[in-house]
């Protein structure tokens, strides 16, 4: 058949589609180093790639059969395709040797037999030669006999006597025809020499000779000894041995000595070339009378040929979530060799999930055999062995690279789940906060993250997306919102895709940016309350107190107090961070009755911020001396009992000191709520108007903001007087005991009767 001929439709005898060819890269695999045949991935067709010659393939075998893979990828399938050469007629016949000497003398008696070439097709069956023709002649015919083996071949038959005074030699042509349409014809030329009378022929002791002899057989190895005898003397009794025909495989191979008829080794013997060689021998005397023999030399196979080991298919990779079983390569996989040396055993290395499966003879699929993990093993050398049954056994290996593809199996991770940092208030947009990082244990456009925000967080921070670096978007401040949970997305870039997620805690660092204010004494455009004390106040005695709060926090809102002028000095002193302003010393006769105080007051930070207040303080005549004891409700007599008492009390507060420090931890931990000090009399309550909203005063003297990321703290201070601020409209209310108070403003004053027993208190 010529090229591109072709020989069937393979998708539709196995039932693909055309399309499904081009898409699974389908093609055709030949055993061998030749491709004979292609396939036609456009219409299905398997096509002749390269002339096929059916003597060149398989000889003189009478079935030639060739084997061919059809593959498929994506999965890896394979179908096997077996093709039967059928002959054709393509050969004539042919004699080896075209010129046909014989010598027969004269007295050879009528009917003698002699053997002639047989010609040679290597066509087969009906395109073989099958019958002879001799030319026209009158003393010789032409007449078949056949060889042991069932081969058919001619003989020259006497018919006539021969005189060799009448005619010495003769020229006859045999022709060889076969039996194709039309059929073809080989010829040869005989020429027949008559001799003086020589009587007898030389006979061999056996028509057929069998000899034995291992492949790979030394040069010049014995194979066997032929005889031949001759009962005449001298020149017509002496026999020379030759071949007569000797075929294209055997040539060279073997000789034969021409006188004592020893065949021996002359060239490589090898099993896998010829298992058998026919020779044809002849045996021709001195006279030229001739015989022959057939001589068989039957070749003994050896364990010369190592297993061979070829790769027909193999997928450059195969993805990591491969079901068990699917095919990565085709292995052709045998050996030249006969018998137990001919069979092969195939073994791959134990630690690959990767095992051989055999469906046709000498194709081994390599196929999955576990769950693969890129993350794990992303490449794999897998050797494969080839060992005979031969003795020694000869093995051999071959490597089958396979790259593990990866596919999107693992999320990204990030290298923190949360993440904490503080950014200082005030600062320009574009501030760089944090950088986040995520890892992928996936490769390649799997592995690829991209960053992006979740949530409320994009009105406040930007997002790198490839780099996970965060920013400002706008200046914060500390007073308006102190910290921020934002939730960053980490996202590969697989599909579909794989996300994961971390928290990122932004804290607001404050900064000293808001001044001191002053809550009490009320500072307005007009007049400022006075505050009033008694005549006979002593040393030490609670005049008042300034109260001021900070927006800041922590030792940005550390408040001192300080008097930076008063209208006579000396005469006052004020707590430095509890802001109560006490008497130096008793009030003299020439102290003015009324005393102004201006008040200092400054934070903690670095660069201090401070704000004034402006204190009154009238000198009330009459107005009882407050004991500090009854501030707190306490009775008089209680204080002077005993001293005993005191030391018992002291001695059990000793022994349930343990105790009392764990209650305050759980107290100060737990409980964000101040203690206040209340008494049954109505205090006055000062409403919330006076100060801004978010501030509260938690203790004596406190002045911190009420921030949730704080616990509350007590300054140091006085215990002998604070105040209370609430919802409440600014009143004065009787005191338990009778009196009177008198709201007192601007320059007015009046006598007021105090109970003995009143307390001023903060309160929330």
Not at 487 to 503: I, N
Request: glycine share 6%; with cysteine; aromatic share 8%.
């Amino acid at each position: 058949m010529q090229r591109g001929s072709e020989i069937g439709n393979l998708a539709h005898d196995l039932g693909l589609d055309v399309d499904e060819l081009i898409q699974r890269n389908a093609r055709v695999v030949a055993e061998g180093s030749r491709q004979f045949c292609e396939l036609s991935t456009e219409t299905g067709f398997l096509l002749v790639s390269e002339r096929m010659d059916r003597e060149e393939l398989c000889a003189q075998t009478e079935v030639c059969i060739v084997q061919f893979q059809l593959l498929l990828e994506n999965p890896l399938k394979v179908y096997s395709l077996v093709l039967d050469i059928q002959d054709i007629n393509d050969n004539s016949p042919f004699f080896d040797n075209g010129q046909i000497e014989l010598e027969l003398l004269e007295s050879t008696v009528l009917g003698r037999r002699f053997p002639l070439e047989s010609a040679r097709d290597p066509d087969m069956g009906a395109n073989s030669v099958q019958h002879y023709r001799l030319s026209k002649n009158e003393y010789f015919a032409l007449e078949m006999n056949t060889h042991v083996d069932a081969n058919a071949y001619p003989e020259l038959v006497l018919k006539k006597p021969l005189d060799r005074e009448s005619q010495v030699d003769h020229f006859l042509t045999i022709s060889g025809v076969d039996g194709g349409n039309p059929p073809l014809s080989g010829t040869a030329s005989i020429h027949i020499h008559v001799l003086d009378a020589n009587d007898n022929v030389p006979v061999f002791s056996q028509r057929v000779y069998k000899a034995y002899i291992h492949e790979n057989s030394e040069q010049g190895t014995f194979l066997t000894k032929l005889n031949a005898t001759d009962l005449d003397s001298g020149l017509y009794g002496k026999i020379t041995y030759t071949f007569s025909h000797v075929p294209d495989k055997t040539r060279g191979v073997v000789e034969i000595d021409p006188v004592t008829g020893e065949v021996r080794v002359a060239g490589t013997i090898d099993y896998e070339e010829a298992s058998t060689h026919e020779l044809d021998v002849q045996a021709k005397d001195g006279g030229g009378q001739s015989s022959h023999c057939k001589l068989i030399i039957e070749v003994t196979d050896l364990n010369d040929n190592a297993p061979v080991i070829e790769i027909k298919s193999s997928s450059p990779s195969v993805s990591e979530d491969a079901s068990p079983g699917t095919m990565v390569a085709l292995l052709n996989v045998y050996d030249l060799d006969t018998g137990a040396s001919g069979r092969v055993t195939c073994e791959i290395t134990d630690d690959a999930p990767f095992k051989l499966v055999s469906e046709v003879k000498n194709y081994f699929m390599l196929v999955t055999d576990g769950v693969l993990d890129r993350e794990k093993s992303s490449y794999y050398n897998i050797t494969v062995t080839a060992v005979d049954a031969g003795t020694p056994p000869m093995f051999s290996s071959n490597i089958v690279s396979i790259l593990v593809a990866d596919v999107n199996d693992n999320p990204p991770v990030f290298i923190q789940s949360e993440y904490s940092v503080e950014v200082p208030e005030n600062r320009a947009q574009g501030l760089p906060v944090i950088r986040v990082r995520a890892e992928d244990a996936d490769a390649g456009q799997n592995a690829q993250i991209q960053y992006s925000l979740a949530g409320d967080a994009v009105s406040y921070f930007s997002l790198n997306e490839e780099t996970g670096e965060v920013y400002t978007l706008r200046p914060f401040d500390y007073e308006t919102l102190s910290h921020f949970w934002i939730r960053v997305l980490a996202r590969d870039g697989g599909s579909p895709p794989f996300t994961s997620t971390c928290t990122v805690r932004v804290f607001i660092g404050d900064e000293n940016d808001n001044a001191p204010i002053i809550l009490y004494p009320v500072q307005s455009s007009g007049q400022i309350a006075d505050d009033i004390v008694p005549l006979a106040a002593p040393k030490g005695y609670l005049v008042t107190k300034v109260v001021a709060v900070d927006a800041d926090a922590g030792h940005n809102a550390w408040l001192s107090y300080h008097i930076v002028q008063a209208t006579k000095p000396h005469l006052f002193s004020i707590g430095l961070h509890c802001g109560e302003i006490r008497m130096l010393r008793p009030f003299a006769d020439d102290d003015e009755p009324k005393q102004t105080l201006v008040v200092a007051v400054k934070d903690n930070g670095a660069e201090s911020l401070s704000a004034t207040a402006t204190v009154n303080i009238a000198i009330g005549e009459g107005l009882p001396v407050i004991d500090e004891l009854s501030a707190f409700g306490l009775d008089e007599s209680w204080v002077r009992n005993d001293f005993t008492l005191y030391l018992i009390i002291a001695l059990a507060g000793v022994s349930s000191l343990f105790l009392i420090l764990i209650s305050t931890v759980v107290y100060m931990r737990f409980c964000r709520h101040s203690y206040m000090h209340r008494t049954s009399a109505k205090l006055p309550v000062f409403p919330s108007t006076y100060g801004p909203p978010g501030y509260f005063d938690v203790s004596h003297c406190g002045t911190l903001q009420n921030d949730d990321r704080y616990s509350s703290f007590l300054t140091t201070g006085s215990w002998r007087g604070d105040f209370r601020f609430g919802p409440e409209v600014f009143d004065y209310n009787t005191l338990k005991k009778t009196g009177t108070m008198v709201r007192v403003s601007g320059d007015n004053m009046a006598n007021v009767k105090v109970a003995s027993r009143a307390h001023l208190s903060v309160g929330l």
